[in-house]
């Protein structure tokens, strides 16, 4: 009997999905059953497992990390988690940190792909003090350093935080999963370590969509 179109002798083999994009997929798999408007029905403890299995293969994710000297760092989004999270890579350039800042009420989970990152975690401001017109100077909390293939976790319960690129050479690049994506939608807050003054920051545009340059 002949070969037809339809038999699947004819079909061309699908293409396998490298450990990152089935990453990807898990995390958003994770995510489905959850309702993604209240950080409270998110289990932070998922996500990281998922995050720690993976180990960093820079050809799987080399196309989303799109860097850009003039920035302190970029933001790369990969997956939006069927509305429920936003999924990025972050480039960042060597020596750079980011302004002290809240996470508008939604988890982080962070994983180094190339690189180090350093995290210093500040306490809160006294916003009694601060509405007063008073200096509430920020506290630091801890500093870590997290090294290639890392995770660690973030959210508002824990303080306030800054992450830096310690090597004056070298680019650093992480993964971060934001859920649920608050943050893209009505922005954060930025923090005076001197004063505990606040700054609304809006919505921080996207640097790329899947590898698309914006």
């Not at 798999?29 to 209240?38: A, D, Q, Y």
């Not at 480039?91 to 350093?118: E, Q, R, Y």
């Amino acid at each position: 009997m002949p070969v037809t179109a339809s038999s699947s002798s004819s079909r061309t083999p699908a293409k396998p999905v490298d450990p990152f994009h089935r990453l990807v997929q898990d995390l958003s798999n994770v995510l489905g059953p959850s309702s993604g408007l209240t950080s409270a029905d998110v289990d932070p403890k998922k996500l990281m497992e998922l995050m720690q299995k993976y180990t960093s293969n820079e050809s799987e994710w080399k196309p989303y990390a799109l860097g850009d000297p003039t920035r302190t760092f970029t933001r790369n989004l990969v997956d939006r988690g069927n509305g429920k999270s936003n999924l990025l890579i972050l480039v960042w350039t060597p020596g750079k940190t980011s302004p002290i800042h809240d996470h508008a009420n939604s988890h982080c989970v962070m994983k180094v792909l190339k690189g180090s990152l350093k995290e210093t975690l500040y306490t809160w401001p006294d916003r009694n003090v601060v509405n007063a017109g008073k200096p509430s100077p920020l506290r630091i909390q801890k500093e870590t350093v997290y090294a290639n293939n890392q995770v660690t976790y973030m959210s508002d319960n824990l303080g306030l935080h800054k992450i830096g690129n310690p090597d004056t050479k070298n680019y650093a690049v992480s993964l971060h999963l934001y859920t649920p994506p608050n943050a893209a939608k009505v922005g954060c807050y930025m923090f005076n370590e001197q004063t505990g003054v606040a700054s609304h920051m809006i919505s921080s545009n996207f640097y790329s969509d899947n590898g698309r340059k914006l």
